[in-house]
């Protein structure tokens, strides 16, 4: 069984991503991690069902995109990991995700 593993720079984004939701309704910001973990804990079922990244040039980094965030995570079958490593909106390629 593969192991998640949360790298800082991801929960760091996701913290401040939480407390802009929970100004406007905390509900809403638990929520949305609740719902965010449930498809992260389900990509250890298909962790290539989500596309090749945009931002990275490697295949065994992918996209999952979740309510306009992108969570680029990486799949590392040599340690049976998978790596979550960051989460944001949208940005252009040419600007450091």
Not at 31 to 56: G, H, W
């Amino acid at each position: 069984m593969m192991d998640i593993i949360q790298n800082d720079m991801f929960i760091l984004n996701l913290k401040d991503i939480l407390r802009y939701i929970s100004k406007d309704s905390k509900n809403r910001a638990k929520k949305f991690n609740t719902n965010l973990f449930k498809q992260i804990n389900n990509l250890i079922n298909m962790p290539y069902k989500f596309r090749k990244s945009y931002y990275y040039d490697d295949e065994n980094i992918r996209d999952m995109v979740f309510k306009g965030y992108t969570i680029p995570y990486l799949i590392d079958t040599q340690k049976d990991t998978l790596v979550i490593l960051d989460i944001f909106k949208y940005q252009h390629k040419n600007q450091t995700p």
